[in-house]
């Protein structure tokens, strides 16, 4: 039986199949970590069934945590344009985040993002694990240090390693860029189109990554 109580990681509600219409099922009901108390509904993942690219982010946004689905709000937007510059078709791509509920703090009428400590981050993972499983992504886009620590090391820097092709074992090739949403955050005109050249460029990294490993087909067949 499902525990129904809060506790302090999603594996006591992971279900038995792990295909992901039943995890994105049972994810609604997850009580793994607090971060379900004040947001609207779980942001589960994205994408076709078996997809050769997955990308990372950190949380649901304002308008991801209404909408119910991920990458929906402005960096998801920029997401999407900086994704088609780089050759990579999002409709191929499953897009998911790290934490899966919006952790948010009122300023005035707004929700303004609150980044998950990394309690709440090692509670959600087993959902971005079996993600991963069902998915079976030739390579992951970590967007931001969230989804790197995530997945990588508490103390991976995106600063230091963006760009590069990391292999960790059990994964498929992972490579971690910023978060779109910190191009959005750019002082100036200037720097934002900088900040997106560069991630753009990342993006393009991982699309050539993708173009030499097996195809699809032979893959996922
Ligand atoms: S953030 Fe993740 S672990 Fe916490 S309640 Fe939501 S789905 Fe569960």
């Given amino acids: 039986m499902r525990l129904k109580t809060p506790t302090t990681s999603a594996l006591n ?3 038995e199949q792990h295909d992901l219409g039943s995890l994105r099922a049972a994810a609604k009901d997850c ?3 607090d971060l379900y ?3 609207t509904q779980t942001v589960f993942g994205e994408g076709p069934r078996l997809s050769r690219i997955l990308f990372v982010g950190e949380q649901p946004g304002d308008q991801e945590d209404i909408a119910g689905k991920p ?4 960096a998801g937007r920029l997401l999407d344009a900086c994704m088609e510059e780089a050759g990579i078709d999002r409709r191929t791509a499953y897009v998911t985040n790290a934490v899966k ?3 948010w703090e009122p300023r005035g009428k707004r929700r303004i993002h609150k980044k998950p400590r ?3 981050v090692t509670a959600c993972r087993p959902w971005l694990d079996a993600e991963i499983k069902a998915v079976r992504p030739k390579l992951i886009v970590c967007l931001g240090a969230t989804a790197a620590q995530s997945l990588l090391d508490s103390s991976f820097r995106v600063t230091q390693k963006r760009g590069q092709l990391i292999h960790l074992a059990g994964y498929p090739l992972i490579l971690a860029t910023v978060h779109p949403s910190s191009i959005l955050r750019a002082q100036s ?4 189109e900088r900040e997106k050249m560069h991630f753009v460029a990342d993006l393009m990294t991982a699309a050539k990554a993708l173009s030499q490993s097996s195809p699809a087909s032979e893959e996922h067949g």
């Fill in 13 to 15: 509600f992971l279900p």
């Fill in 71 to 74: 990458f929906v709000g402005p």
């Fill in 37 to 39: 108390l004040n947001a």
């Fill in 189 to 192: 005109e200037e720097d934002r």
């Fill in 118 to 120: 990394m309690n709440e």
């Fill in 31 to 33: 009580r793994g970590c």
């Fill in 101 to 103: 509920h919006f952790k």
